[in-house]
């Protein structure tokens, strides 16, 4: 009948069913390989670390080099800047001392001339104080090596030994940096004073 022919698997349908689960075994995921298998190759690693190392390496001295670059262009702006700073503030010097060397050419009057150069000097000496440049003190005050040169020693039973006598050439500083060294004249005690051994020899 009908109904017995739907509730009976025939011949056809069997053979489905094997096939079906037959695949669904082939289909099953494979065994996870030895932990030996698994493992990275050492050479292959130890080269990709290498790789690594290099890139790291390069970028690194592509860095620095830049950075060198860009400190050595910074420092040569600073001094540059401060060189422009420095002529524009000791250019009106220059200025009153070119007008006052055109006026003493004219004048017959000696002290208007040395006026004329006081003042020029002391406005030389404002402009590097706004940048910082002081004078070296000299006459009276201690011979100091650290910023004074002694190009001669004279004795004298004046003045201390030790005391600056005369300035050959002024000295400057920038506010604890030494620009120049300032070249006196020192003070020695005169021979004979207080002197050990130089007394008149007693019979």
């Not at 065994?31 to 698994?38: G, K, T």
């Given at each position: 009948m009908q109904g017995d022919s739907n509730s009976t698997n025939g011949p056809d349908e069997e053979q489905a069913i094997v096939d079906e689960g037959e695949a669904s075994e082939n289909d099953a995921?494979?065994?996870?390989?030895?932990?030996?298998?698994?493992a990275a190759d050492p050479l292959a690693q130890a080269q990709a670390d290498a790789v690594r190392m290099k890139d790291a390496w390069m970028r690194s001295a592509a860095d620095f080099d830049n950075f060198r670059k860009r400190a050595r262009k910074e420092v040569e702006e600073a001094r540059r800047n401060g060189r422009e700073d420095l002529l524009r503030a000791v250019l009106p010097v220059f200025d009153n001392l070119e007008r006052a060397i055109q006026s003493a050419l004219r004048s017959k009057d000696v002290k208007a001339v040395a006026d004329g150069l006081a003042m020029v000097q002391r406005q030389f000496v404002e402009a590097l104080g706004r940048e910082g440049i002081a004078?070296?003190?000299?006459?009276?005050?201690?011979?100091?090596?650290?910023?004074?040169?002694?190009?001669q020693q004279l004795e004298t039973s004046e003045h201390a030994p030790g005391t600056v006598l005369a300035e050959v050439q002024p000295g400057y500083m920038q506010g604890e940096r030494l620009m120049r060294a300032a070249m006196v004249v020192v003070a020695k005690p005169k021979e004979g004073d207080g002197a050990p051994g130089t007394g008149e020899a007693t019979s």
């Open positions: 995921p494979a065994a996870d390989p030895p932990p030996s298998a698994r004078r070296i003190p000299t006459v009276g005050h201690p011979f100091d090596p650290s910023v004074h040169e002694a190009i």
